[in-house]
């Protein structure tokens, strides 16, 4: 029986009438949850991420700009553009606000020692909630270098979310300087 079927059978045997406006209400608070990132009144970073020249000035606007959406919208056309000019603006804005759409935008754009750096000081810092470890870990895969895999291994050896760094890095093709392959 499928979702909407047992709303309407459990709705309808006890208040018949109801059923549709559950559903209806299950809609709204879906669709609640599915903000677009963009809105109208982003017709310039629009055009810009569009026609991929990317104008440094109107994303750096979005990047430094005090409302989240605007912020979120300029986070996912700088990952989108793969371009490591945006890197310092992603890097400043706000961690616990936008750690997604910034991991997300660091990832795209690539090998940086710029992110590297930030993210591993992120990892070391004992106030980082272990939510975000995982995440910080998965990044890492894609933005460091060989070395930095190495001694993510050593030293971060029994953490949670090593293995998806790996995984990353090896999608990469970067591998253990070392023996030339990575160590599992």
Same mark, same amino acid.
Request: with cysteine; hydrophobic share 40%; glycine share 4%.
């Given at each position: ?110 090998? =940086? ?61 970067? =591998? ?9």
């Amino acid at each position: 029986m499928s979702f909407i079927r047992s709303i309407e059978y459990t709705t309808l045997k006890y208040k018949p009438g109801l059923a549709m406006g559950k559903i209806l209400f299950i809609c709204l608070l879906l669709t609640s949850f599915l903000n677009a990132q963009y809105t109208s009144k982003d017709k310039d970073l629009i055009r810009t991420t569009s026609s991929r020249t990317f104008d440094t000035t109107i994303v750096n606007n979005y990047l430094v700009s005090e409302i989240v959406e605007k912020v979120n919208a300029g986070l996912l056309s700088a990952a989108n553009s793969k371009d490591s000019r945006f890197i310092p603006n992603i890097l400043n804005t706000n961690f616990e606000e936008h750690h997604n759409f910034k991991l997300f935008a660091l990832s795209q754009i690539g090998e =940086s020692s710029l992110s590297t750096n930030y993210i591993l000081n992120l990892l070391s810092n004992s106030d980082t909630e272990d939510v975000h470890r995982q995440e910080l870990f998965s990044a890492l895969g894609f933005v460091a270098d060989s070395i930095t895999l190495m001694s993510l291994i050593n030293n971060f050896p029994i953490e949670r979310g090593i293995p998806t760094a790996i995984i990353n890095f090896n999608s990469r093709k970067i =591998s253990s300087p070392q023996k030339g392959r990575l160590p599992y």
